[in-house]
């Protein structure tokens, strides 16, 4: 049974990972700006990956990956790392974390979707109604923890919810095309081109937001270069690398129904580095998606 489930054990480890880095990269963002932060990860994720590939596979870069590797991953960190995650930041900013993240549970529909069309993947209706449930949780979980109300207002900036919409669709699109260029390869050697595409994607922005001084200047603060190098190890090396493991031995949709799990995981860091209080819907929400990811493991 373990063996059979190690795509969504490998799902729930990123899932775990990004719950994690969170907290690192949230501390980072308010001494160094979120944006800032956005784009050293990538840096350093990249470092501690072309360290670890040399060591275990003794190549710098994955030399022996197919142009079709190359091409399709190099796309999926284009599209997912840089775009999406951009479009994400600046959802942050015009419409707020708790809408921005309401729109990001979208993630696993749009990947099933798009899988579909692009891999051929179909979903049972057992691992549709998984999938239902444990967005329900994540939303109960994000709506209590974002706002300080319950209820669910539209009025805000078209284009801010367009940003949002964009990330979640960056992130999907970006998990199909990683599995769609990986097939067998090396999942670690497969994240490492995502990276490096990404660094590569990142650089004309850094130079039209003009934040070269701003990212240099991250090396000067010790406190910051320790959540984001901490971060970047957790996220970007494993968090990714653990995503494409997912990819690789499970559905698309599956996997990034699980992964959508973050919120609900970061509940008991919250608790115990931040000393925050967990509401009684938070409980609900987070059972609720337990019991929804149950369904993948019992199927």
């Not at 190549?59 to 142009?67: F, V």
């Not at 549970?105 to 051929?120: E, F």
């Not at 973050?262 to 919250?270: E, N, Q």
Request: charge should be positive; include cysteine; charged fraction near 10%.
């Amino acid at each position: 049974m373990f063996e059979q489930h190690l795509g969504e054990i490998a799902a729930l480890g990123t899932a775990l990972c990004w719950a994690a880095n969170a907290l690192f990269f949230e501390d980072a963002g308010r001494r160094v700006g979120s944006i800032v932060v956005n784009i050293t990860r990538i840096y350093l994720g990249l470092l501690f990956l072309t360290l670890f590939i040399w060591i275990t596979r003794g190549m710098l870069i994955p030399t022996d990956a197919s142009y079709h590797a190359w091409l399709w991953l190099g796309l999926s960190g284009v599209v997912g790392l840089v775009l999406g995650d951009l479009m994400l930041f600046e959802a942050f900013v015009v419409v707020g974390a708790r809408v921005s993240m309401l729109i990001m549970s979208l993630v696993p529909i749009i990947t099933a979707i798009i899988s579909w069309l692009i891999l051929g993947e179909t979903m049972t209706l057992l691992e549709i109604f998984g999938m239902v449930i444990t967005i329900t949780g994540v939303c109960l979980v994000i709506l209590e923890r974002r706002g300080g109300t319950n209820k669910l207002q539209f009025r805000h900036s078209v284009p801010g919810l367009l940003f949002a919409l964009g990330g979640a669709t960056g992130q999907a699109v970006g998990l199909v095309l990683s599995k769609f260029g990986m097939q067998d390869y090396n999942p670690f050697a497969a994240t490492q081109i995502r990276l490096i595409a990404g660094c590569l994607g990142f650089i004309p922005v850094i130079f039209i937001l003009n934040k070269w001084q701003a990212v240099l200047k991250v090396f000067t603060n010790k406190k910051a270069l320790r959540s984001i190098s901490a971060g970047s190890f957790i996220g970007p090396f494993m968090g990714d690398s653990l995503s494409l493991i997912a990819i690789q031995l499970t559905k698309a949709g599956i996997a990034s129904t699980i992964i959508a799990i973050s919120p609900v995981l970061i509940i008991p860091f919250s608790i115990k580095f931040f000393k925050e209080k967990i509401t009684r819907l938070e409980i609900i929400g987070a059972i609720i998606s337990v019991a929804g990811i149950s369904v993948y493991f019992l199927s």
